[in-house]
């Protein structure tokens, strides 16, 4: 019988209906350790007889590529291929699939929440109000606020759009622009410095740069808006922490949001003992309806790609 490895932590620790698919076709089911990130050594392990890959964001190394001696098709659960070594999978002729856009609206929807969260400092006067202190932080509203998005695709699209209900205005760069995106007169697309300049809020969704070098460098850092807050769904590479700790310390950044780290779990660190910055543990699509669109649409990648075979 075929085996095909699954990985994620949400379906290793879970389940869901549409792995059925997979078992009705013929094909055995691999699962990694229940709700843990496999780590190099454990995939090594685990692959070898497998033909098939149903990835999460775990990373997939050279070393692990060449230990897989059967396997056919990597298909993510989400639409990031960042952590695979894409030239060891292209020369072992490894296919990559996406679920693409199967995961927007859980991401756009925490987006919009880590925003609210950090202009009326939520969790700030919780975790205070839990210690018995009474402590207030002024908040802001977002009506005529002016929202910032790097990468305008699906996510930065929804964001758009849940961000004009409130009243805002809404400025975008992307690398590749839509220009048949145009949901209202509150909305355009700008240059990367424009967005910066402007923004009192800026909200990360696109993929990491080619050369893994960030898009808010210190250099940029010094271009934003004084007071700006900073919202990261996408990828960690795309700010430099060093630089946005500076600024939260001089005043310039006010607050920042991160859904996403270089190493999950991330290690302490200053950034994470701020009482001006929220951490969710990577939960952008962890939500019952994203979880069960990027199964399906995984799965069914993997079935396409078999019957095509």
């Known amino acids: 019988m075929k085996k095909i490895l699954v990985t994620p932590r949400s379906l290793t620790k879970d389940g869901d209906p549409a792995l059925d698919l997979l078992t009705g076709e013929g094909f055995e089911i691999v699962f990694s350790n229940p709700g843990i990130m496999p780590q190099e050594g454990e995939l090594i392990k685990l692959l070898p007889g497998c033909v098939g890959y149903l990835a999460g964001v775990e990373p997939i190394t050279a070393a692990v590529l060449e230990s897989a001696v059967d396997l056919k098709v990597i298909s993510r659960n989400g639409t990031g291929i960042n952590t695979i070594d894409l030239q060891a999978a292209q020369r072992l002729n490894i296919e990559i699939l996406r679920a693409e856009g199967a995961n927007a609206r859980g991401v756009a929807e925490l987006t919009l929440g880590l ?3 950090l202009i009326r400092s939520i969790s700030f006067s919780d975790a205070r109000l839990k210690r018995n202190m009474w402590e207030r932080r002024k908040g802001l509203e977002l009506g005529g606020r ?50 910066l300049a402007k923004s009192e809020i800026i909200s990360f969704h696109c993929p990491e740069q080619p050369d893994g070098r960030p898009i808010l460098d210190r ?19 795309l700010i430099d922490e060093a630089a946005i700790l500076d600024s939260l310390h001089d005043g310039r950044v006010a607050g920042l949001a991160l859904d996403v780290f270089d190493c999950e779990p991330p290690d302490a660190s200053l950034l994470l003992s701020d009482d001006r910055v929220i951490a969710t543990p990577h939960i952008g699509g962890y939500t019952t309806e994203s979880v069960s669109r990027a199964t399906l649409a995984a799965v069914e990648n993997l079935l396409k790609f078999f019957k095509g075979k």
């Open 115 to 117: 925003i609210l969260s």
């Open 146 to 195: 002016t929202l910032g998005l790097i990468g305008c695709g699906k996510i930065g699209q929804l964001v758009c759009r849940l961000a004009l209900t409130f009243g805002m205005k809404v400025l975008a760069y992307d690398a590749f622009p839509n220009q048949k995106f145009s949901p209202s007169p509150d909305f355009r697309f700008a240059d990367l410095e424009e967005v």
């Open 219 to 237: 250099n940029r850092v010094d271009c934003i808006k004084p007071g700006v807050y900073i919202v990261n769904t996408a990828r960690a590479s």
